[in-house]
């Protein structure tokens, strides 16, 4: 509380801390935070479903549906075997009463195994409700994964610090990985450097062109390192002193959806190439279509004479 | 209509009551004004369950399937029992045509009981038609329920009138109490007081940091009292008499489902903490990791030689 | 186009008409504009049915339904009646082939009554795929019925020319039929006047508050008739003459749903009152809680000394 | 690289290639843009089939049904056709388990046809909760088909260069082809010219109203050829010669499902019709209806003494 009314940049990412060894933001746009103290709650059980995995949702969806068979498959046992009409006597009561569970689920009651007696009649009233109600449920959790906004974006792996014209540029590029319309895109680039007591600075770095109306190629975002730069005249040394980081923060617009769609990203001190250039990565065939190869984004060439990293 | 062309602040609240003793803004975000001479739709049921806790709409669709159950057994009760073949002898026959029912509606459909009859066909008929849309319904409100914005945002329970180089700050501060990521965060603080004739007047607050970009940490939201805030050498005594209220609006933008969100929250004037201060509520662990506790999120500590309140 | 670069107001309803007895705007917000040469789509069924009200939606479900097993009804019908096992012999045979028709589109399928043969099992095959899609379509239509804003707002019957400080306002008010939260509420209001030539004329009125944050109560929107003002000494009779309208645009935002909404309404020359205040609709009871009265929107009263319409 | 701080526009679709005959933006408003090295996944599966004619979506659905009974089917016959209790003896075992594993998908179940043995019901299990996935999944299919923004614009197929007032303006015009009410239109309109090194320069073009809060009829867009226009004193063949095109940028809102919506068109230079004019595409029938043709739209006529394209 000691600089109350200076006026620092803080994007809310906190400033003071005893000790840093990790990077701010990690490569998935995330951050090294940890959160203490939050109670769950059923509404997060949805939301982890809509983001985790294709194979873990088919994991979990598996693992549900087991066991609610084998809960209603013991209910059924309980009742007693004789009310299960129509069980095969080769197979073990167990698997009868799983089997019919199985078949009251999922509503496709064939009717060979069949309910008898007011008790079991109750549970299977119970069953193909809780078989109706799930299935509400997964419809909601298939459909909420693909209805949420689905970005990926692929960034340079490396930023260059590039003579141009006698000076410099703090350059990287970023490509949509996907086929869908992106547009309207704005990128906001911030310094992080931290100094020996532990306190983050944070700069904004002003850019060549910050937004773009289309994104069917690769955007190069550059950051010409004036006079006015933090980066005038620093070294790769004071850079890995300070543990700096180049946090980028990418906005745009998913036509096809509608969605508002975002992505960060962030180039380490040890993620910088001094005296590197971009190869194009994009050209014309022979038949004159515009193809542009996503591969060739990381693709970089020395420039002559100048010092690498 | 006396004051007409006065440019007064007035957020939609309303400013002259006959008599006011309930807060304006509850703790959940609500007004307490009450609206007479709604004609209910059935939409607004269809919004009611979209909001209810779980358990309630768990009560109600329960409650939902056992009444249509219900009524269609009656009607095939009434269809005569002879023409639903299968029925167990043992059962009394409204529960054979109760179970029938389940059947038909869920789709089970075993074959044990089987409908006879055109009238009892035509009754499955509808039934079935009526399972198939009262599924789709319940499909639609479970997934309505989680792609709603959902925000829970924990403010501290009490703003601080804190002692800051020889002025004061009135502060509060707010966490997100879930993991998703909450982006572009922007706050707008009113005071409202309200005079002997039961008339309200409302202020803005000037905040030090109106807007934030991430909310990964606890936000701390500042209002320096200068001589431009209209709370400027007022005392505790003052604000109860004009039943002061401090209205917190906060928006920000929830970026995995791309929704804009809203939320907001009031200190009355007896929730102040006169010359107390936060104390900090993240740090980082033996591993480099920012930990950050919500439940430290209310601790504060009075200043020294600061009178408390 | 003799008029090419005039920076006349056109809000985009046209300039130039042949002769115009009718509205601009319906009370519904529709505009009297009828388009022709649309190419029918089936997205435009889809839509059409989002819109369309509960019974008609409720209608169009059961024909839909009914015509399905009529339709495969008569197909397996055709397939010979021998190859339907369990048919009632009580019934006739198209009977019983509709009944089996329910019970396969709706996948109860009891099971007595059963398909035989090849040709038979084909249509079922077929039958059964085509409710699984249909209850796709169906479960689409109620969600996404549900999923757009809903928004009704009520006006007052009535705009009103009042008089104030010596001067006159035009007003009118409006609130939220709702018991939901809107927020953010903004207003356009546009006067349109048409001359002898058939040129219709668009001006922007004025508004003294043309935003509010919230929206529980009532909200009178007022626009100062003073000298800058299109209605600045304009008769009623004037306004007759030239068959004004009053447009009103409001924008807004429905928090539960994370929807933007929009609204439109408009007063014809012959639905402004002259010399008439509105009554205060809201108070507070007897607990100190704030009541709203929907129906006392409309309420106004003559102010003294004022000519009436 | 040569001329890094230019402030050229560049709407992200590129500057320099090596060839191009092809036209940068196609009819339907994708770029002539092929982009390699994107890994397939599942998520672009059923973007493709949000996407895609409902015939398409149709036969997909379809195959997938068939594959998914074909593969089932095959399963049950190897479980020994003993264990597929009661198989038409008249039907080839194949035919029987196809038949079988459709009334499982579906769930159906009739039960004439019934599993026997431990296999044959584990396989029921898996189908069972296939045909329950696979059916969220087509429900999700469909309603996201629906609930994307669905923009139908139609544009004038030429643009033209009508003389007025002594002057030139570039001017199109478009309407919705839909009923819905489109809002808040706004317009953007670049020149792309090329020129002998293959390079391409983008030009905005000032336009007399960028924007039309209402869509209900067509909307005329005009650039006026003053001093400051790109194509001041520019003949026919020189836009040919540097293959020169006009984008255009539609951006709006879709009010009854609070959509933001996108359209784009292009005209390249010999689709501009020099010294023509568009003809009025709307009027008043006897009921002082306004009628609006989408037919009329392209209709133009030649203006006198002008020398045609």
């Given at each position: 509380m000691?600089?109350?009314?200076?006026?620092k940049?803080?994007?809310?990412?906190?400033?003071?801390?005893?000790?840093l060894n990790?990077?701010?933001?990690?490569?998935?746009?995330t951050?090294?935070?940890?959160?203490?103290?939050i109670?769950?709650r059923?509404?997060?059980?949805?939301?982890y479903?809509?983001?985790?995995s294709?194979?873990r949702l088919?994991?979990f969806?598996?693992?549900?549906?087991?066991?609610?068979n084998l809960?209603?498959g013991?209910?059924?046992l309980?009742?007693?075997?004789?009310?299960l009409?129509g069980a095969?006597?080769?197979?073990?009561p167990?698997l009868?009463a799983?089997?019919?569970?199985?078949q009251t689920f999922?509503?496709?009651?064939?009717?060979?195994?069949?309910?008898?007696?007011?008790a079991?009649n109750?549970?299977v009233t119970l069953?193909?409700?809780?078989?109706?109600?799930?299935f509400?449920?997964i419809?909601?959790?298939?459909?909420?994964?693909?209805?949420?906004?689905?970005?990926?974006?692929?960034?340079?792996n490396?930023?260059l610090?590039?003579?141009v014209?006698?000076?410099?540029?703090l350059?990287?590029?970023?490509a949509?990985k996907r086929?869908?319309?992106?547009?309207?895109?704005?990128?906001?680039?911030?310094?992080?450097v931290?100094?020996?007591t532990y306190?983050?600075n944070?700069?904004?770095?002003?850019?060549?062109?910050?937004?773009?109306?289309?994104?069917?190629?690769?955007?190069t975002?550059?950051?010409?390192?004036?006079?006015?730069s933090?980066?005038?005249?620093?070294t790769?040394?004071q850079?890995r002193?300070q543990?700096?980081?180049?946090l980028v923060?990418?906005k745009?617009?998913?036509?096809a959806?509608?969605?508002h769609i975002?992505?960060r990203f962030?180039?380490r001190y040890d993620?910088?190439l001094?005296g590197?250039r971009?190869?194009?990565a994009y050209?014309t065939?022979e038949?004159?279509?515009v193809v542009?190869n996503?591969l060739?984004?990381?693709?970089?060439e020395q420039?002559?004479?100048?010092?690498a990293t």
């Open positions: 000691k600089k109350m009314w200076r006026r940049i803080d994007p809310g990412l906190g400033e003071e801390f005893s000790s990790k990077r701010l933001l990690n490569k998935n746009g951050f090294n935070i940890v959160k203490r103290g109670e769950p059923l509404y997060d059980i949805y939301q479903l809509s983001n985790v294709l194979e088919a994991l969806i598996l693992g549900f549906y087991l066991l609610i809960v209603f013991v209910l059924y309980l009742c007693g075997v004789e009310n009409h095969d006597p080769n197979l073990p167990f009868n799983f089997f019919f569970s199985v999922t509503t496709v009651g064939y009717g060979v195994l069949s309910p008898h007696g007011m079991m109750f549970i069953e193909s409700l809780l078989g109706w109600v799930g509400a449920i419809t909601g959790v298939v459909f909420s994964r693909f209805s949420k906004p689905n970005v990926r974006i692929l960034y340079s490396n930023a610090i590039t003579p014209d006698g000076g410099h540029v350059q990287f590029r970023l949509n086929n869908n319309m992106l547009m309207e895109m704005e990128a906001k680039v911030l310094l992080m931290q100094d020996v306190e983050r944070y700069y904004h770095l002003k850019l060549e062109q910050a937004s773009q109306h289309f994104f069917p190629l690769s955007w975002i550059e950051h010409r390192i004036d006079k006015d933090p980066l005038y005249n620093v790769p040394a850079l002193e543990r700096a980081e180049v923060l990418i745009g617009y998913d036509e959806f509608g969605h975002n992505s962030s180039y993620e910088l001094w590197a971009f190869k194009r050209d065939d038949s004159g279509e542009f996503l060739k984004l990381h693709e970089t420039v002559e004479g100048e010092p």
